[in-house]
């Protein structure tokens, strides 16, 4: 099925990212090519305002987020912020709106990462569900070097990826990366393609995805977090609760009766 620029139905004209949807998915690519992909406030805007209107939209079951070949995105821009002052950062919270969409988001998101992944870039692939990467990619947390740390989730979201010792080795020396066959062997990506298949491959998992009741996948996205939030017995109990539900949805019965008759489902997500 043909990419349809959602810019041409209803959608706000975007500078810095590009919005495609195809099928169920939405694909979101960042567009700032000669800075890499750098975070700056606009950038960062258009893809909270991007990933909110898919995330309202019942024609969408899973979004794509991806940057180019060389560049996931390079970090959060430093030109930017490089004046940036504490008391100032702090009463507005800065960063704080990366994190507010996406943590809000209810439908999956797949990042697809070529080349650099770096710092703010790393930490925006890793707030996303699931991360597929190019054969090229290269995820690092430099930060040290600038005389900062990570500051969009990579010192938690890493270690929970990676493990405490190699994370600690990325942050702390600002130049351990790894590159797309060590973050597989880490289990921080899930796959790992050649360049040019990457965003094909991962639309066809994200069509997956949007292909099965949008309830059951929200809630399992859910449960899943909640593995990150909450000690074994609470989210099993908040598994279990989410479980029963299911079978108060439309996609359960057909799910199962579709089963018993040797037939395909036909989700309605409802
Ligand atoms: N912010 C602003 N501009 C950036 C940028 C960033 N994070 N990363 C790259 N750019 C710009 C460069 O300044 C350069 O612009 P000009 O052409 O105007 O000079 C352009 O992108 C191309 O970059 P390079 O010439 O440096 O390209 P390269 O191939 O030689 O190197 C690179 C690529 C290794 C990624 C290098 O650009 C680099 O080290 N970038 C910075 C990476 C970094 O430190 N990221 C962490 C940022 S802090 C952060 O993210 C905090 C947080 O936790 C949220």
Not at 141 to 150: D, H, M, R, W
Request: glycine share 8%; aromatic share 8%.
């Amino acid at each position: 099925m043909a990419l349809t620029d959602v810019a041409s139905t209803d959608a706000p004209s975007y500078t810095m990212i590009k919005t495609e949807v195809q099928g169920r998915v939405a694909v979101i690519t960042l567009d700032r090519p000669k800075a890499l992909n750098a975070l700056c406030s606009e950038l960062f805007y258009e893809i909270n305002d991007a990933l909110s209107r898919f995330d309202n939209d019942t024609g969408i079951g899973a979004v794509v987020l991806t940057g180019s070949e060389r560049a996931f995105a390079a970090g959060a821009d430093i030109k930017e912020m490089k004046d940036a002052e504490f008391v100032n950062n702090y009463k507005t919270n800065f960063l704080g709106h990366w994190v507010e969409q996406i943590s809000k988001m209810r439908k999956p998101i797949i990042a697809a990462v070529n080349g650099y992944a770096l710092g703010g870039g790393c930490e925006l692939a890793m707030m996303c569900d699931i991360i597929y990467a190019g054969e090229k990619a290269v995820f690092g947390q430099p930060e040290i070097n600038l005389g900062t740390i990570p500051g969009a989730g990579g010192t938690q979201r890493l270690t929970h990826a990676v493990g405490k010792s190699k994370a600690m080795e990325m942050i702390l020396t600002g130049s351990v990366n790894l590159d797309a066959q060590e973050a597989l062997n880490y289990g921080l990506v899930s796959k790992v393609f050649p360049p040019e298949k990457l965003l094909e491959e991962t639309i066809k998992t994200a069509a997956k995805i949007a292909s099965k009741g949008a309830v059951s996948v929200q809630m399992a996205k859910e449960a899943v977090n909640q593995a990150y939030e909450l000690g074994l017995s609470s989210g099993l109990h908040f598994e279990r609760r989410l479980f029963q539900a299911t079978f108060a949805t439309k996609d359960q019965k057909e799910g199962m009766a579709a089963f018993a008759e040797k037939r395909k489902p036909g989700f309605v997500h409802e």
